[in-house]
């Protein structure tokens, strides 16, 4: 064989094994692509459960916050009004009874 012939042989070697590198990295990659799809598929319903235990969660403070705010503006509506009632009665020379300890 001669030294032309020999090169060009080593050079269609390395293109082949180069060639051979680049499909086994794919199939790696295939493969961990694959493994990861199904890895999030196995775990998506947990994280979907997680989500609604928090939203519920997340739901019952915020009513509890808002039955507060709504308390809060009832307080300060009977004492606006409890107020007026009492400037109505000065008005008229009469006045409230309080009990004094």
Aim: aromatic letters at 8%.
């Amino acid at each position: 064989m001669s030294v032309e012939r020999m090169v060009k042989v080593e050079e269609s070697f390395q293109r082949a094994l180069g060639l051979k590198k680049m499909v086994d990295r794919w199939q790696n990659s295939h493969t961990h692509c694959l493994w990861q799809m199904t890895l999030s598929q196995r775990r998506n319903p947990y994280a979907i459960l997680r989500m609604q235990d928090t939203m519920v969660q997340e739901l019952a403070l915020a009513n509890k916050q808002l039955l507060m705010v709504r308390q809060a503006a009832l307080h300060q509506l009977f004492e606006k009004e409890h107020r007026q009632y009492q400037q109505e009665l000065n008005q008229m020379g009469k006045a409230f009874y309080v009990e004094r300890l």
